[in-house]
Each structure stands twice: as C-alpha cells, then as structure tokens.
T-cell receptor
Framework: KQEVTQIPAALSVPEGENLVLNCSFTDSAIYNLQWFRQDPGKGLTSLLL?????REQTSGRLNASLDKSSGRSTLYIAASQPGDSATYLCALRVDNQGGKLIFGQGTELSVKP | DAMVIQNPRYQVTQFGKPVTLSCSQT?????MYWYQQKSSQAPKLLFH???????NEADTPDNFQSRRPNTSFCFLDIRSPGLGDAAMYLC??????????????FGPGTRLTVT
C-alpha cells in the first residue's frame, strides 16, 4: 500500500529565505507526482507535475525533483515571499488504481515579512 | 477562465437531509473525480468516472452517490448527511487514467457544514 509522508508538518521562515519541502513515498510504481498549493479554505492549485521518467521540473521560483529509487521528492522555493504562505501537498498518481492521487498530509508554510 | 467549477462554494445542510454538490468542467476531460478533505487531513478519493464508467473506492460509504449525466457535469449526492460528513469536497478532472503526463485539475471546492 502506497504511503506518502511530508516533513516537516509546519515550517516558518523569514522572507527571502530559500527553502526545501520534502515528500517521501513507499512504492516507486507511480505515473507521476504533483505538487499542489492550498490556501486556507480553498481548493488545490497545481504547481508542478513530474512524470515518472523525469528527474525535475521548474516553474519560476519553484523547482521540484523526483528520485524514484529512493522514494523521495523535494520542492525547492527560492527567495520566499509572504505570498508563498500556504499548505503544500505532494500527491502521487499510482499505477493500476484508476489514476487516483494519493496525498501526503502537507507542509504548512509561513513566510514572515 | 475557470476550468473546473464547483457550486455552491459553501453548503449548510441539516443532519439527515439529502444534499447535492455540483461540478462542471470546460476542459472536455474524460475523467472526473470526487475527493473528500476533512479538516487538517489529506484529500481522500471517494470515486471517479471515466466517461460513463463509475468506479467506487472500496471504503466509500454507501451514503455517498454520484451522477455524471454528460461529459461536463458530475454531481455528488449525500443521501443522509451525518456530522462526520462535514468536510471540503473537491472535484478534479483529468484527460485520462493512465499515463505520466496526465495532470489532475481541481476546482475551488465546496465546504459542507452539517448542523
């Protein structure tokens, strides 16, 4: 059974700092991995998608990496801003399960001005 | 432009009173999903449609049903809501089931309160 873990559960950093969010998973049989952002009381905004055959994806200040062999993904946020404050969720699209996403519990990020 | 639309954004219902949540999409995607997210928890899949084929997750309670009358619309029916069904309900779409390039697009969610 696939399990997804995100560490830390919460993170507070000063504005301008670079930071890394971690996601680990137990089964490497995945189609892809998505990183989402969720603001309080809102839906999910897709940030980056990494296909199973890829190692990393970049969008603006965000860089996501995937290492299937070690069951790890990281989301790197450069030059953090207060507007980056949100919960960040990683989710795996698993093989042979209707394409469903299995989510981690999320990391709640707070960027202080 | 909104691609996955959910109505209403907030829904209050009474214990045991049936309620229907709506999702529509402009992406013409084949797959539509319903996830339940309780407070401070990860989203959990309830069921999905691939075209008209309905697929229920094994642990989804019978109290939850779904309808997909056409490609664009999908409904979540809760027949007799209990206090434990209070949650954010998220609708998502995807072009296909299998394949690494298929991304899931989420709507803004409907927050359900049961009184």
């Amino acid at each position: 059974k696939q399990e997804v873990t995100q560490i830390p559960a919460a993170l507070s950093v000063p504005e301008g700092e670079n930071l890394v969010l971690n996601c680990s998973f137990t089964d490497s049989a995945i189609y892809n991995l998505q990183w989402f952002r969720q603001d309080p009381g809102k839906g999910l905004t897709s940030l980056l998608l990494i296909q199973s055959s890829q190692r990393e994806q970049t969008s603006g200040r965000l860089n996501a990496s995937l290492d299937k062999s070690s069951g790890r993904s990281t989301l790197y946020i450069a030059a953090s801003q207060p507007g980056d404050s949100a919960t960040y969720l990683c989710a795996l699209r698993v093989d042979n399960q209707g394409g469903k996403l299995i989510f981690g519990q999320g990391t709640e990020l707070s960027v202080k001005p | 432009d909104a691609m996955v639309i959910q109505n209403p954004r907030y829904q209050v219902t009474q214990f045991g009173k049936p309620v229907t949540l709506s999702c529509s999409q402009t992406l013409n995607h084949n797959v539509m999903y319903w996830y339940q997210q309780k407070s401070s928890q990860a989203p959990k899949l309830l069921f999905h449609y691939y075209d008209k084929d309905f697929n229920n997750e094994a642990d989804t309670p019978d109290n939850f049903q779904s309808r997909r009358p056409n490609t664009s619309f999908c409904f979540l029916d809760i027949r007799s809501p209990g206090l434990g069904d209070a949650a954010m309900y998220l609708c998502a779409t995807s072009r296909g089931l299998a394949g690494g390039s298929y991304e899931q697009y989420f709507g803004p969610g409907t927050r359900l309160t049961v009184t």
